[in-house]
């Protein structure tokens, strides 16, 4: 199982928080894990489509969209940070 | 050893008081504050969401980069989350080192780099209601001019 978690515009526009989901082994990086999201969540695949500017955490650890993803990761995305 | 302190509140900065830089090892203390411009009247108020958890791992990796970087003796990273008013504390980033060019330039980096790699997100309240605040692409360069190549760094 893969925990996914939203924040800021992107929380708002998949409407909840976090997802816990048991994708298929061919889904190992990030990206693969949006498509495959985009594809069994239609809310969260309009979603990703209206934030086209993402980071994403691994394990609350910067990552890319080729980092890997394994069960029992924790992975969130969010559009760009805007803190200071 | 540089110490470093990250935290994340709710309340107002402003009665956030440190008791470092007082042990005479330190000549050089800087410190930065954020604070919520209205541009112009437009906006009334902030809201700062953040990653429990991450924000602070964040805070505290950024803080040991920069302790590895120059020669300090304390670094305090505190961001302020929820409901901002015009004119109050977002942020504060303190340095303080035994001579002042470190702590300027350690002080400098903390906050761009928080800007461009810290978890945190602003929405503006103006009269038209709440917004999401769109990432600068200047925020991105202005912490990809401390990423110098490391044959650079190591002169």
Known sequence: ?84 | MTRIHVAITAEPLESHLSSEGQDGRSGAEVRFSGRVRDESGRVRALFLEHYPGMTERALRRIGEHAQQRWALNAIEMIHRVGEIQVGEEIVRVVVWAGHRHAAFEACAFLMDVLKSQVPLWKKELSDDGWHWVEARERDAEAAARWMAPASERAR
């Not at chain 1, 993402?54 to 969130?76: F, Q």
């Open chain 1, 1 to 84: 199982m893969i925990e996914v978690v939203f924040f800021a515009a992107l929380r708002e526009r998949v409407g909840e928080d976090s997802l816990r989901v048991t994708p298929p082994e061919t889904v190992t990086t990030v990206a693969a894990l949006c498509d495959w999201l985009a594809d069994q969540y239609p809310a969260v695949g309009r979603a990703l489509e209206a934030t086209p500017r993402r980071m994403v955490a691994i394990n609350e650890a910067l990552a890319e969209p080729d980092s890997a993803v394994a069960d029992g990761d924790t992975v969130a995305l969010f559009p760009p940070v805007t803190g200071g």
